[in-house]
């Protein structure tokens, strides 16, 4: 249950379309790794994934890019987790019907984890990361004399 880099590259990158939603201006690839060091061509697979799932659109051109398809608001982190990390289904032989019962044990915990942590992503969304962020900056912001 921990942070791929796939998952928060996506973040990155809607955190950044997000910025930009509602004007007429696009990002490109390059802008987004440049902003956060990623690599382009993983960014690019990233952002191809969300692109299919209808999350964000790629507009072609000398102006063209990506943005969001829909507003900030309504992007979960559980939907973004679930494009780029696929659904979480158990494994094979997962169930309380374990061959042993601590394997049984094991799992059951595993799944009451998980579905916390999916339920607390269901309840954030892309605007959410980006209005944190703001207070974050605000409240660290230094002012020299």
């Known amino acids: 249950m921990?942070?791929?880099s796939r998952v928060e590259y996506a973040f990155l990158a809607l955190m950044e379309l997000a910025d930009c939603y509602g004007t007429p201006s696009c990002l490109k690839i390059g802008e987004i790794a440049e902003r956060h060091s990623l690599p382009e061509r993983y960014l690019e697979q990233i952002l191809s994934n969300l692109r299919r799932e209808g999350i964000v659109q790629s507009l072609r051109g000398a102006k063209g890019g990506y943005v969001l398809v829909r507003?900030?608001?309504q992007i979960t982190?559980?939907?973004v987790i679930t494009?780029?990390?696929g659904e979480d289904k158990p494994r094979e032989g997962d169930s309380s019907e374990s061959s042993t019962v601590e394997k049984g044990v094991i799992y059951e915990i595993w799944l009451q984890a998980n579905q916390a942590s999916q339920g607390i992503f269901k309840n954030y969304t892309i605007q959410d990361l980006c209005r944190q962020r703001d207070e974050y900056r605000q409240q660290n912001t230094?002012?020299?004399i």
Do not use: T
């Open 77 to 79: 982190l559980q939907e």
């Open 71 to 73: 507003e900030p608001w």
């Open 2 to 4: 921990g942070l791929s």
């Open 142 to 144: 230094m002012y020299y």
């Open 83 to 85: 494009v780029i990390e």
